[in-house]
């Protein structure tokens, strides 16, 4: 049973123009979300997080959306870049501050930025 | 500089043979982690351990072994009872106690290829 979920495997999307990937958890015990990002043959990388406290955090041309209810959040890339590129991991934790940080990670989504 | 080091990069593998993936950190962090990635199923976890001679089964852990002897190591060995065993293997490590700002930290990964 797939936890977290990225229902859009890939996205295409202009130079310049906003990025936004989507993931949909289901455990209602989730209380900490991270977006990592990852190139071929390489291993992911910390993009940003947001715990469940709050409904949005921002870091430079990134921002997550965090929609408790809807059990959803959003990774906006503004303005998108060539360099983005890359797989895009949604990944969720039960338990901030407690004695266990097991991540539940998404399928992944594929971001194009054509030039 | 500190990080997360597996090897070999890449390996392959003989059906029936066992054989054993390196992952060092030297980050002091208490808690790693092993995850498998397949093409539209994202990472799976298979083993994690969060203190010296201690781990848990993941998701995924038939087919696998894996010992935590010392802080920095915790190398895994994919048995031959492993029915699917090529894929892109990733190490990881994170403080423990609590997923702080940053989640994990990744290895560059070990692409096992059974042939």
């Known amino acids: 049973d797939q936890q977290v979920k990225q229902n859009s495997p890939s996205l295409s999307v202009q130079e310049g123009r906003i990025s936004i990937l989507n993931c949909d958890y289901t455990?209602?015990?989730?209380?900490?979300f991270l977006w990592y990002k990852k190139y071929p043959a390489e291993g992911p990388t910390f993009l940003i997080s947001?715990?469940?406290?709050?409904d949005k955090n921002e870091d430079g041309r990134f921002t997550v959306f965090l929609n408790k209810s809807a059990k959803h959040l959003s990774l906006h890339i503004v303005p998108s870049q060539p360099g983005d590129s890359a797989v895009y991991f949604c990944?969720?934790?039960?338990?901030?501050?407690?004695?266990?940080?097991?991540?539940?990670f998404g399928t992944g989504t594929l971001l194009a930025v054509q030039p | 500089d500190g990080g997360i080091t597996q090897s070999p990069k890449y390996l392959f593998r003989k059906e029936g043979q066992n054989v054993t993936l390196s992952c060092e950190q030297n980050?002091?962090?208490?808690?790693m982690y092993w995850y498998r990635q397949d093409p539209g199923q994202g990472l799976r976890l298979i083993y994690y351990s969060q203190i010296v001679n201690d781990f848990q089964k993941g998701d995924i852990a038939e087919g696998y072994s894996v010992s935590r002897e010392k802080k920095e190591s915790f190398p895994l060995t994919v048995t031959s009872a492993q029915k699917n065993p090529t894929a892109f293997y990733l190490c990881?490590?994170?403080?423990?106690?609590?997923?702080?700002?940053?989640?994990?930290?990744f290895g560059s990964g070990t692409r096992l290829t059974v042939v």
């Open positions: 990881a490590s994170s403080i423990g106690g609590g997923v702080e700002s940053y989640g994990y930290t």
């Open positions: 980050l002091n962090h208490d808690a």
């Open positions: 990944a969720a934790s039960a338990g901030y501050g407690g004695a266990t940080n097991k991540l539940i």
């Open positions: 455990n209602s015990m989730f209380d900490y």
């Open positions: 947001i715990s469940s406290i709050k």
